[in-house]
């Protein structure tokens, strides 16, 4: 297995990494956190790059990239701006993917070139108040009337339903089957009369709304399904390696961001008339962060080599997610622990690292759901 990054790699890195320099200073990043709101001067940015098409195929407008162009893209992102690359990563990688894999010809025309634009975001709503690990047993009905399915039920914990210009629903379709095989993909313009979506107030990622969706007679018309009707789970569990592995890469750039923020704070400050990077116990938190860091980037670019060769790697991805999440959120903790007090100032990044990692132990499944995938894959 190669490791080394690709040239068109290195210069895409690059490149992203000089332009977010120059088009998203830290304080564009600081501003967005603690005004709560979406980045849309740097959305707008990113499609003129081009780079809301990196994972589409040609045909659609997009670039064609490969998982591990992504993985080099999300990582560099999330290092400078994790709640931005979260956000991308709901339309570029979640909607995008459902709709290249499972979308019809007309669906994809019509959708994945303006996705790539930047003129439509997505979001993906699958939660409900009484499903999140157990999300398959999700409640919210749709009802086929004529030619229009009509949807009743609560969505929950959806990311960036405000705003977005579709919504990906996971709705029941059948109830007299087992829980798996009776659920679908609607595509939902949020627009519908009977769609309520209200903000939840959150502890990170301030700049991507989290919201709760009512859904009250909504009238979907028949052909916006994205995929098989009932098939919308088994279209789900298809495409799920691939965004653990893209959050893993989230992840390790988020990560190596604390780190290097830690770093450079230990090499300025002094207590006891040296810098705190001389004391023992600093090197060590600091060897233990590079070390977790490291360890997880190599399990994410063997998961990002694996989906683009096509090879089962469910186990794979959901070890690179759950080490990649729990090495984040180390590392924000590691990353206080070493400012002191001035880690608790909203003034200085640690903080925003310590309020946002959070997620990554929940989304794309809990650390004890990975737990559980990764074991029975060990178990069979
Ligand atoms: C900021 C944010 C953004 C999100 N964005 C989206 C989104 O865009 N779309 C979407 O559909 N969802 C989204 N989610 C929801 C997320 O996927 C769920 O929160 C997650 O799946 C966990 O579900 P839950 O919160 O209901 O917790 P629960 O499933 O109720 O879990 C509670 C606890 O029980 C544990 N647990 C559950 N089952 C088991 C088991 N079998 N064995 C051992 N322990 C278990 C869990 O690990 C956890 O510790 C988001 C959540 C957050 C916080």
Redesign the pocket.
Known sequence: MDFDLTEAQTAMRDGLRAFLRRECPIDYVRDCDETERFPTELYAKLAAQGWLGLPIAEEYGGSGGSCADLAVFLEEFAGHFEAAA?IYY?TVV?AADAISHFGTEAQKRDLLPRLARGEIRF?????E???????ASLRTRAVLDGDHWVVNGQ???????QGADYILL?VRTDTAVPKHDGITMLLLDPKTPGVEIRK?K????KP?D?NEIFLTDVRVPAGDVIGAVHGGWHNVLKTLDYERCCLSAVNVGAAQSCLDKALAYTKEREQFGQKISQFQLTRAKLADMEMEIDASRLLLYRSATLVDRGIPNNKQSAIANLASSETYMRAAVNGMRLMGGWGYLMEFDMQRHYRDA??AE????????L??VISREMLR
């Open positions: 979260n709901t979640i979001a993906f709503s699958l939660s108040p009484n499903s999140g690990s157990d999300a969505k929950m914990f959806c990311s960036c339903a996971m939840l959150k502890l990170g990622l991507m989290l959070k997620l929940i989304g794309g499944g809990t650390s004890e759901i737990r559980i």
